[in-house]
Structure formats: structure tokens, C-alpha cells
């Protein structure tokens, strides 16, 4: 009914960027708010950033200042541009969004994009 996919990740060397995407497709009637969430290997999921349908944006304090959310309302995509990545930076991004379908709200999550950072 809804899906994401995501894009972007891969492997970078401690201090350089890399931008994530996450394509929102299917019977979507509106977007509200959208997120990326990371999980390193042992920990539990955490939230990353979000951003709402207007543009109100949040971070965890590890990331303030390195990274920055973005969205596309007409494409239902949203970016998170990371730069100054770090070690600890690493792990799996995963997409999250609440959308309205016909009749109903739900969460739906992406299948994950790895980003490894090497120090």
C-alpha cells in the first residue's frame, strides 16, 4: 500500500559526506511527519532526525551541526545530508513516515541503507 526506499548509504572515511533518500510511493494521500532513525550493531534503534509537513525540523544532540533534513512535499522524498561523519556514526538508516492513506493513518518504515564510516 505504502512504500519507501531508501538510497544514499555507503562506506566514507571519517570527515567526509554522504546524502541519504527516502522515496515515499503508493495510494498516499498526505505526508505528515518524516524521520530518519540509525541502528549500530548491539544498540537500539535511535532517532536520527525529523521533519514535519511545514518544515519544523529536530535532531539529536550528536548530530546538531553536521547533519540536516530536507524534504520534497511534491516528490514525497525526503534527504538527510551528513557531513562531518563520524565513527560513531555508523550503522543502518532507516526511514520512517506517518501517512494518510485512503481512510486511515499509519507508520511505515524503510528496509534500511548502511552507512560505515571508517575512522
Known amino acids: 500500500q505504502v512504500q519507501l526506499v531508501e538510497s544514499g548509504g555507503g562506506a566514507v572515511q571519517a570527515g567526509g559526506s554522504l546524502r541519504l533518500s527516502c522515496a515515499a510511493s503508493?495510494?498516499?494521500?498526505?505526508?505528515?511527519?518524516m524521520a530518519w532513525y540509525r541502528q549500530a550493531p548491539g544498540k537500539q534503534r535511535e532517532l536520527v532526525a525529523a521533519?514535519?509537513?511545514?518544515?519544523?525540523?529536530d535532531y539529536a544532540d550528536s548530530v546538531k551541526g553536521r547533519f540536516s533534513i530536507s524534504r520534497d512535499n511534491v516528490k514525497k522524498t525526503m534527504y538527510l545530508q551528513m557531513n562531518d561523519l563520524k565513527a560513531e556514526d555508523t550503522g543502518v538508516y532507516y526511514c520512517?513516515?506517518?501517512?494518510?492513506?485512503?481512510?486511515?493513518?499509519?507508520?511505515?518504515w524503510g528496509q534500511g541503507t548502511q552507512v560505515t564510516v571508517s575512522s
Open positions: 503508493g495510494r498516499i494521500v498526505s505526508v505528515a511527519v
Open positions: 520512517k513516515t506517518t501517512v494518510q492513506t485512503i481512510g486511515s493513518w499509519g507508520d511505515y
Open positions: 521533519i514535519t509537513d511545514i518544515g519544523t525540523t
